[in-house]
């Protein structure tokens, strides 16, 4: 208990300094190794999303005091603190989109109870928030891909229209018929996870992750050609040649329109050839115009 | 004559009865519990009486209260904090100056019924064996989570802090937490007498500081009635603070328990069959008075 006040100054100053640094030596260890651990424990997985208004994780994580008031005051109850041995940060707060998804509260009632501005305050119109985004990963299991109609995340999403879109493609399996492909746009999609709690098959091909796994981003020195060249209002770089076909006289074609074009012998028979049977005739043709 | 450690407390009962030699323990007890039944009546009964928990809460929806020291962690990784949590803090940093910032330890801190338990059984089964590590270490530790928060960029004492994760495994969800809660009891009752709480909590050695200066006191008034028994040196969970207040006299140190360590738990008042400690302030006792403490010592109005 109390040390013993019979020992020479020096000797109880002695044990005094030795005690000290032992107890700095090993408490620093230990914060290296806290430290260390915290690099692996604050790993977020991609599965769990955080409430609306949350700062960047690493900001997040050193402003979110894990006082579960965000989850206390969520109306739907869909919010959970992590537990310790969860694959999260203990006792931050997450959602799970394919079990419970955000109904994105008008008054976003999570946000205020927010004592640390974890989750930013400055969030007052819930489709703003950037909970994560959706992506269509599976394009080979979502029915819709095989020409079936579906459109569930479609029609669930809460900013239906602008966060989800159908784009009508060619059905080349019928000939005949559209696909309805479902498309996301990161414009206008919070993250709220409605579409992939209501896809139908029984793991969902469309799923939110965390915006920095989902989205892409280019190189910063790339300019897109025809975007500087509407602001410049002038070509750029040189004008490309204008491309000319090899083909017989007579003959044009389009790439995107008709394809061949018959110039001139509209109603000939369709075995009325401009192409000679004769290979040596396309030889002499070619070099006659190589040029 | 001394006591065994496994008697502590027996002449008390003998001598004042059951009830009252357990009269701060059992209003400790009281006062943990109700604090969590307060949080749970929501999320169990929906009757929300406080949300959140001992990191932050908002009690009736008009109070708000902020623990002091995880908000540190918070600003040191750089963060600006709504204004009504700054309030929370003041409240809280108020209440713990007045009270004695170790009340936050026995009266309010689940871990410490753990702890109790595991020193009592320590106690009984009559292990001995004090901490290698310093009663200091806990501000070392203190020093080391807000230095990780300053260079992390994250409270990184919150993913293995045993406090907030008892509280949050009562209030949220267990988890795994009782794993620790076990590996801490165990501690405690094999490895180090008081070793959680009396060397290495942070969250404890933090509080301490607002003891400093903190008026409600326990005091040794009536020492000289000792008997030296030991039962309060063996139930104490800080015990190195009872010695100068109970055995200065010689030296003139008073018999206030002026230590920030202690934890106005109460228990020495409740073992002593001879009455020699009580509640008051750290004012109203003068060393040179400290031979008619009785006249002296009044209640405290805190």
Redesign the interface.
């Known amino acids: 208990?109390?040390e013993s006040n019979d020992k020479p100054k020096s000797a109880s100053r002695r044990q005094f300094l030795s005690?000290?640094l032992k107890?700095?030596a090993?408490?620093?260890l230990?914060?290296v190794g806290?430290?260390f651990?915290?690099q692996r424990?604050?790993a977020l997985p991609p599965m769990a999303i955080r409430p609306p208004g949350a700062l960047p994780e690493?900001?997040f994580?050193?402003?979110?005091?894990?006082?579960?008031?965000c989850?206390?005051?969520c109306p739907p109850k869909i919010l959970?603190?992590?537990?310790?041995?969860?694959d999260l940060?203990?006792?931050s707060p997450y959602f799970i989109a394919r079990t419970s998804p955000c109904i994105m509260c008008e008054d976003i009632p999570c946000v205020k109870?927010?004592?640390?501005?974890?989750l930013d305050?400055s969030l007052t119109d819930i489709t703003q928030a950037r909970m994560g985004l959706a992506v269509v990963v599976d394009h080979e299991n979502c029915i819709a891909f095989q020409g079936l109609r579906c459109e569930v995340c479609f029609n669930i999403c809460p900013i239906r229209g602008d966060a989800i879109t159908l784009e009508y493609r060619h059905n080349p399996r019928s000939g005949k018929h559209a696909l309805f492909i479902p498309v996301v746009h990161s414009d206008a999609c919070t993250g709220c996870g409605m579409c992939e709690k209501a896809c139908i098959l029984d793991k969902a091909a469309i799923k939110v992750f965390p915006i920095q796994m989902a989205k892409g981003e280019l190189g910063h020195h790339y300019r897109f050609g025809w975007k500087e060249k509407a602001r410049a209002k002038h070509a750029l770089v040189t004008p490309d040649p204008k491309h000319r076909y090899n083909l017989p006289e007579g003959v044009k074609y389009d790439l995107q329109g008709k394809g061949l074009i018959f110039e001139g012998k509209q109603g000939a028979a369709p075995n009325d050839t401009p192409f000679s049977s004769n290979p040596l005739d396309t030889l002499n043709h070619n070099r006659r115009s190589g040029d | 004559m001394a006591n065994l450690p496994q008697d502590a407390g027996k002449e008390a009962v003998q001598a004042k009865g059951w009830l009252k030699a357990h009269k701060w323990l059992l209003l400790r007890r009281v006062s943990q519990l109700g604090i969590l039944a307060a949080f749970l009546a929501?999320?169990w009964f929906g009757l929300w009486i406080v949300?959140?928990?001992l990191?932050?809460?908002?009690t009736l929806d008009v109070l708000?209260l902020?623990?002091p020291y995880?908000?540190l962690?918070?600003l040191l990784?750089?963060?600006?904090?709504?204004t009504?949590?700054f309030i929370?803090v003041a409240i809280v940093l108020l209440f713990y100056s007045l009270v004695g910032g170790r009340v936050y330890c026995s009266w309010v801190c689940p871990v410490n019924i753990i702890t109790d338990a595991a020193a009592w059984l320590r106690r009984k089964l009559g292990i001995r064996g004090?901490s290698h590590?310093?009663r200091?270490?806990r501000f070392?530790?203190l020093?080391?989570t807000l230095?990780?928060?300053l260079?992390?960029?994250?409270?990184?004492?919150?993913?293995?802090n045993p406090v907030?994760?008892t509280v949050?495994?009562i209030?949220?969800?267990?988890?795994?937490?009782w794993?620790?809660i076990l590996a801490i009891f165990l501690f405690d009752l094999l490895v180090a007498r008081d070793g959680w709480c009396g060397h290495y909590c942070p969250v404890g050695a933090f509080y301490s500081l607002l003891s400093t200066w903190a008026p409600l006191r326990v005091s040794a008034g009536k020492r000289d009635a000792c008997d030296d028994c030991m039962d309060c040196f063996n139930v104490c969970p800080e015990?190195?603070v009872i010695?100068p207040a109970l055995k200065g006299a010689a030296k003139g140190i008073g018999p206030v328990i002026t230590a920030n360590q202690c934890t106005n738990c109460g228990r020495c008042i409740d073992v002593c069959a001879q009455e020699v400690f009580r509640f008051t302030n750290r004012y109203s006792t003068n060393p040179k008075a400290d031979l008619k403490p009785a006249e002296t010592v009044q209640p405290t109005g805190s």
């Open positions: 208990m109390a005690t000290t107890t700095a090993s408490v620093s230990m914060g806290l430290g651990y915290a424990a604050n690493k900001d994580l050193g402003a979110c005091i894990r006082c579960g008031l989850v206390r005051d959970s603190l992590a537990q310790l041995g969860d940060p203990t006792g109870a927010c004592p640390t501005n974890a305050h | 929501g999320p949300k959140g928990n990191s932050s809460s908002l708000p902020t623990d995880v908000l962690q918070a990784s750089g963060v600006t904090p709504e009504t949590t929370g004090a590590a310093s200091g270490t070392w530790i020093g080391m230095v990780l928060s260079v992390t960029g994250s409270i990184v004492w919150e993913l293995v907030s994760i949050r495994a209030l949220f969800g267990m988890g795994l937490a794993l620790l015990p190195q010695r």
